[in-house]
């Protein structure tokens, strides 16, 4: 059942409920008959009493022994107990003393009797004051209730005295009265501690219990100390008789609620600004005096007038001030509210990417720190993790070439793309620039890899960003956590998945394994060899002719570099070059590789003059070209070793440009100092004939791939015969590489090639190798001249 916002037990009748609704209806019953004339002897009317309160008794026993319930909670309700106890043992008293007057002569108490509902009231304070209240502190608490009790005191003694001295029978006067008096007092403080204390939030102490055991307090107070003063009762009745078993009964059902409700929370009330409780006090004594000044007369009534204006003004202020108190305080509340929602939009900020409103790099480093937490105490074999870094391929170019707010836009798109492809528990991440980072939980491997494959495939369909509709790539590598995993490991192993991913292709995802780790430990061996051979002088470069069709004629060769190791042996350059690359190294190699050949070049020209090759082909990877000042780097090498520009042809891939800004600005610049510009493997790259726009090449060298099979009417032929038709008609000389036999070259000379170069033609040469192949040259032309 829900009450107050809260489940609790139905209410079911029991033993001692059933006991104290009876005991009441038979007091009830009692004092009415009695009232109207003697049914039975006086001392039956306090037996009602003596038995509720045994029930009530009962009710809080079985409460406080409930284990539900807090420690501070079970002593209260143990001293509860005691007070329907002691109320109990005074119910006792009054039969006994009854008894011994059966025609009601004498004091309404004896003096046991009245020590022992002292005590009960006394007890029942002091368990108020026990309970811990959350919103003051407690001697801020002690304080005020204090003074809240000493008002009441003050003002309930006030009222009793003039009551019992002018306006009751003269049946209570003398000894009587002070009993009056005294329970009366101590039954309003009870009401006034129990309101108190209902007003604010208890630890562990249901409300509705609060409010029964107000209402208890406060039937007790008036059944005992003010229902005499206003109903002149037959000798030997006492309002007590009726109005105590009712009293135990409201006590026995607050016992009875609080362990239904036991082990709830405590329901949150907005706080009360001040109290009402001074205020009525002061405003029913004004009202007292100006009923006692009236009737003194004398001038009395004036000056009681003026006490109460002047008491109510300094009231009105008074509220005023706390009502302003309250608005400070309210604004207060509002300023710190609007100062955790700024505090909060901080922290969101510090912790998310600005753009995309995804985990930044922190944020999400921290995540990993905590599941690995979670992993490492569940083990294995409960938990698994997951962790991915995408990095989108050739982002760069779209930055480029279409703008940041594009490449922004686009970012957007992509981020919410990986949003829509994991779960809610999964964390995803802007680590950086065009990197994006996910944590799956609980996903093995294969399971994992599933969610990578429907990234790669939201990622495949066209992105719309300001206007353009863009195809996005990546490349995803994948490392699941083990239980001793570090942050920083699992990032390493991601990362190094990645790479593996983007030297697959892109486009694609790799998982980590023990061979990618193998595979990178060889290549980081490679890489730091790589700085010794350039250190040792362990490359050299050899050089293979590009010929003319059909006669075969030298017109160029193009520069090929080679290492021996001194351990290994030959090491091809399609394993080496990717690795100088990725280290760097491949800069300075470049700069030997071309300061080489110029000289080489130059050493032929001074030997053999015009038989020597007219232009020497040079290649330069993407990274030299986005390297600051490459282009005066070459404008240096041609100043050293006064080799003629328009002799040198860089020969790139279509990869290395297709990004355009940085690399396309050095070739620019190559241009103008006189150095041709040949897009090498043509038709293997990004295969964009917009680039053919935008790149200052001179020469397109088709790549072998469309040279194989190129005879009859394959696809390549068909390939072959258009970009013969393109370089004429944008006027660039096409080269044919991997020609290996002679119908080939026939082929392409009938297709319209002019050039070529290939094995048919001659393997790649030393530089001693292609002196003597010119000096061979040169005699049997002799011969023949």
């Known amino acids: 059942m829900t009450v107050g916002g809260r489940q609790v037990e139905r209410l079911r009748p029991t033993p001692a409920l059933v006991t104290a609704v009876a005991v009441v209806v038979v007091g009830v019953v009692l004092f009415l008959g009695n009232l109207a004339g003697s049914w039975t002897p006086l001392f039956w009317n306090w037996v009602p009493s003596a038995a509720a309160a045994a029930a009530a008794a009962v009710a809080c026993w079985r409460t406080a022994t409930e284990p539900k319930l807090d ?48 005590l009960a009231m006394g007890v029942l304070l002091w368990s108020m004051l026990g309970l811990p209240v959350v919103r003051h502190e407690r001697k801020e608490r002690l304080l005020r209730f204090s003074v809240d009790a000493l008002t009441v005191t003050v003002t309930v003694g006030l009222f009793a005295w003039y009551l019992t001295r002018h306006a009751v029978s003269a049946s209570l006067a003398g000894q009587d009265a002070l009993p009056v008096i005294v329970l009366a007092t101590l039954g309003l403080v009870g009401v006034a ?75 949150e009330r907005p706080r009360r600004r001040f109290s009402a409780l001074p205020y009525l006090a002061v405003a029913a004594t004004d009202g007292l005096l100006l009923v006692i000044s009236n009737k003194a007369g004398d001038g009395a009534l004036v000056v009681a007038l003026a006490a109460v204006c002047l008491t109510a003004l300094v009231v009105l202020r008074q509220v005023n001030a706390l009502r302003e108190n309250g608005r400070l305080v309210r604004r207060l509340d509002a ?30 480093e921290q995540h990993t720190r905590d599941a690995l937490t979670a992993v490492a105490t569940a083990g294995a074999a409960e938990t698994t993790l997951s962790l991915a870094l995408i990095d989108l391929d050739d982002f760069k170019a779209i930055n480029d070439r279409l703008g940041h707010a594009v490449g922004d836009a686009m970012l957007v798109v992509v981020a919410q793309r990986l949003r829509d492809c994991v779960r809610v528990d999964d964390v995803v991440a802007r680590l950086g620039g065009d990197e994006f980072g996910l944590l799956l939980h609980g996903l093995r491997g294969d399971e994992a890899t599933e969610v990578l494959a429907r990234i790669t495939e939201a990622l ?103 290492w021996t190791h001194p351990d290994r042996g030959f090491v091809g350059p399609d394993k080496f070059i990717p690795i100088a690359e990725r280290t ?18 130059m050493a032929w020209i001074e030997q053999f003059g015009d038989d020597a090759p007219h232009e020497i082909g040079v290649n330069v990877s993407a990274r030299q070209l986005r390297e600051p000042g490459y282009a005066e780097t070459v404008r240096d090498a041609l100043a050293e070793t006064g080799f003629d520009p328009e002799r040198l042809v860089v020969e790139v891939t279509e990869t290395a440009v297709f990004d355009g800004g940085v690399a396309l600005d050095a070739l620019q610049m190559l241009v103008t100092l006189g150095v041709k510009v040949a897009l090498d493997d043509f038709g293997t790259g990004h295969s964009s004939l917009g680039l053919l726009r935008t790149c200052p090449a001179d020469t397109l060298k088709v790549d072998k791939s469309f040279v194989d099979g190129i005879g009859g009417r394959s696809e390549e032929a068909v390939i072959a015969t258009a970009m013969i038709q393109i370089t004429n008609g944008l006027h660039l000389q096409a080269i044919a590489e991997g020609v290996e036999t002679a119908e080939q070259a026939d082929t392409l000379h009938r297709l319209g090639y002019r050039f070529a170069q290939g094995y048919h033609f001659s393997r790649p040469l030393s530089a001693q190798q292609l002196g003597e192949r010119l000096v061979a040259g040169r005699n049997a032309q002799a011969l023949t001249g």
Not at 85 to 96: N, Q, V
Not at 106 to 118: E, I, K, M
Not at 584 to 601: E, F, K, S, Y
Request: a positive charge; aromatic letters at 6%.
């Open 71 to 118: 420690t501070v909670c079970r002593r209260f309700w143990r001293l509860q107990m005691l007070v329907a106890t002691l109320i109990g043992l005074g119910a006792l008293g009054d039969i006994r003393h009854t008894a011994a007057h059966p025609h009601g002569s004498g004091a309404q108490h004896d003096l046991p009797t009245a020590l022992l509902y002292c």
């Open 193 to 267: 501690a129990v309101g108190k204390l209902a007003m604010s939030d208890l630890g562990g102490l249901d409300r509705v219990t609060v409010r029964l055991l107000a209402v208890a307090t406060a039937v007790g107070a008036f059944g005992a100390g003010l229902f005499p003063l206003f109903i002149d009762l037959p000798a030997g009745l006492r309002g007590s008789q009726m109005f105590t078993p009712a009293t135990l009964l409201f006590l026995a059902f607050a016992a009875d609620r609080q362990r239904r409700a036991a082990g709830m929370p405590p329901v």
């Open 335 to 364: 300023n710190l509210v609007q100062l955790n929602q700024f505090q909060s939009q901080l922290t969101h900020r510090a912790t998310h990417d600005g753009l995309t409103d995804l985990a930044n790099r922190a944020l999400f």
């Open 460 to 562: 495949s369909r066209p992105v719309h960003a300001l206007g353009y509709d863009l195809l996005v790539r990546a490349s995803v590598g994948l490392a699941e956590a083990w239980p001793d995993a570090s942050p920083q490991e699992l990032l390493r192993r991601a990362d190094l998945a990645m790479y593996a991913a983007k030297e697959r292709g892109k486009g694609r995802h790799a998982v980590y394994d023990a061979e990618l780790e193998q595979h990178q430990a060889a290549d980081a061996q490679l890489g730091a060899e790589l700085r010794q051979a350039l250190d040792r002088g362990e490359f050299s470069l050899v050089y293979q002719p590009i010929v003319r069709l059909p006669d075969g004629k030298w017109t160029g060769v193009e520069t090929l570099v080679r």
């Open 584 to 601: 760097g190294l491949i800069v300075p190699l470049g700069d030997w590789i071309l300061r080489t050949a110029l000289r080489q070049a």
